[in-house]
């Protein structure tokens, strides 16, 4: 079945450090990438997405790259703001198919927590 | 445009009560999703709905667990009788999933119910 392992937390940066989580997945056939991400007491947002390998996806200055020959998706930020405070979601989703119980269920990594101080 | 509404956003019961969780998707979804979070964890699908139909319960615990879309708009999911590993967040989420197939569109989240099981 499908699964995202994502590195093991948290991260505790000061601002305007780079900041990297990684992602990695196994998955049969061609899924779409995803990072979400949670801040306190509000609900899963969407970051940024990729749905085919090599494509980029991008969103306030964080950025993840398709990688399927390393089958990875890692998330990346040049420099993190304390408002970056939050948790990150890995996921990956099958999509459309034809039939299949899988369509447009998500599979999520365990989080990983963030924290940026001043 | 009103996001994905849950009630209630806290819940305290005792074991072996019955509780419900209510959610209202975005206005035209005709996909919904309950999802578990357990602390710590990323998010685990229960159901997805595409209008009325479930058409993925198979994470579903059916024993205990129920849920509906009578009308293809809102749901409602049930647990009866409450068992004290039940206490986590549930989290719904609503998409617009195209007929026409391609990679799969977001799923917007709501900000989840936390249940504590006394």
């Known amino acids: 079945g499908n699964s995202v392992t994502q590195m093991e937390g948290p991260v505790t940066l000061s601002e305007e450090a780079f900041l990297t989580i990684n992602c990695t997945y196994t998955?049969?056939?061609?899924?779409?990438l995803f990072w979400y991400v949670q801040y306190p007491g509000e609900g899963l947002q969407l970051l940024l997405k990729a749905t085919k390998a090599d494509d980029k996806g991008s969103n306030k200055g964080f950025e993840a790259t398709y990688r399927k020959e390393t089958t990875s998706f890692h998330l990346e930020k040049g420099s993190v703001q304390v408002s970056d405070s939050a948790v990150y979601f890995c996921a990956l989703s099958d999509g459309f198919g034809a039939g299949g119980t899988s369509y447009g269920k998500l599979t999520f990594g365990q989080g990983t927590i963030l924290t940026v101080h001043p | 445009e009103a996001g994905v509404v849950q009630s209630p956003r806290y819940k305290i019961i005792e074991k072996k009560q019955p509780v419900a969780f209510w959610c209202n998707p975005i206005?035209?979804?005709?996909?919904l999703y309950w999802y578990l979070q357990n602390l710590g964890q990323g998010p685990e699908l229960l159901i997805r709905?595409?209008?009325?139909?479930?058409?993925?319960d198979s994470q579903l615990p059916k024993d205990r667990f129920s849920a509906e879309r009578l009308k293809g708009v809102d749901s409602t999911l049930k647990i009866q009788p409450a068992e004290l590993g039940d206490s986590a967040v549930y989290l719904c989420?609503?998409?617009?999933?195209?007929?026409?197939?391609?990679?799969?569109?977001?799923?917007?989240f709501g900000p989840g119910t936390r249940l504590t099981v006394l």
């Open positions: 998955a049969t056939g061609y899924p779409s």
């Open positions: 989420a609503s998409s617009l999933e195209l007929i026409s197939g391609g990679a799969s569109n977001e799923q917007f």
């Open positions: 206005s035209g979804h005709n996909t």
């Open positions: 709905y595409e209008n009325e139909e479930a058409v993925d």
